[in-house]
T-cell receptor, first 117, second 113 residues
Framework: DAGVIQSPRHEVTEMGQEVTLRCKPI?????LFWYRQTMMRGLELLIY????????DSGMPEDRFSAKMPNASFSTLKIQPSEPRDSAVYFC???????????????FGPGTRLTVT | DAKTTQPNSMESNEEEPVHLPCNHS???????IHWYRQLPSQGPEYVIH???SNVNNRMASLAIAEDRKSSTLILHRATLRDAAVYYC??????????????FGKGTKLSVKP
């Protein structure tokens, strides 16, 4: 299996520009998570989906952030407009949850390092 | 959510055992104990998990205190590749469904050759 795939691996953009991060989960997984990692705040959960439906977006910092999952094999995290404080590493993770069988491992992608100047 | 407490950093010598402690005094009876690690410039990866009994896998061992208020991740022979941040996380159990993993600051393990 190829694992969780994220693109791009690095993104440098100017303040005010739109940024789109992409994620392909592991085939067959039914949960997808977006995390953000910074030195100050560590690893934070932004949003997660179950069967392509957003379940909890309480971690999304503000309206400039949006996430979609149009199908089981693709998700995007969009920032519009971007700001310097959005600079971070963004991770996507996926998980397969089997009813009655705990726990569920999360498989993380390599991350996208975003720099907003 | 129940929290975990870990030392900020630890050092080890290569090929020696490493014991990484974690306190979770507010753990509830059905919560799992997970360990993930994050190698430099990579995403976190699963290491091991346990509920009540000690667990072994190819990567590590997990020793869980009898009262479950603490646990220890054991790397039997540290290698340079084991240098990483190790996260101890409680997997909340909501009636058979797992809550989200909440990552703390973890323990940064340095391995000296």
């Amino acid at each position: 299996d190829a694992g969780v795939i994220q693109s791009p691996r690095h993104e440098v953009t100017e303040m005010g520009q739109e940024v789109t991060l992409r994620c392909k989960p592991i085939s067959g997984h039914d949960y997808l998570f977006w995390y953000r990692q910074t030195m100050m705040r560590g690893l934070e959960l932004l949003i997660y989906f179950n069967n392509n439906v957003p379940i909890d977006d309480s971690g999304m910092p503000e309206d400039r952030f949006s996430a979609k999952m149009p199908n089981a094999s693709f998700s995007t995290l969009k920032i519009q407009p971007s700001e310097p404080r959005d600079s971070a590493v963004y991770f996507c993770a996926s998980s397969l949850r089997v009813a009655g069988k705990l726990p569920y491992e999360q498989y993380f992608g390599p991350g996208t390092r975003l720099t907003v100047t | 959510d129940a929290k975990t407490t870990q030392p900020n950093s630890m050092e080890s010598n290569e090929e020696e055992p490493v014991h990484l402690p974690c306190n979770h005094s507010t753990i509830s009876g059905t919560d799992y104990i997970h360990w993930y690690r994050q190698l430099p410039s990579q995403g976190p990866e699963y290491v091991i998990h346990g509920l009540t009994s000690n667990v072994n896998n190819r990567m590590a061992s997990l020793a869980i205190a009898e009262d479950r208020k603490s646990s220890t991740l054991i790397l039997h022979r540290a290698t340079l590749r084991d240098a990483a941040v190790y996260y101890c996380i409680l997997g909340m159990n909501y009636g058979g469904s797992q809550g989200n993993l909440i990552f703390g600051k973890g323990t940064k393990l340095s391995v000296k050759p």
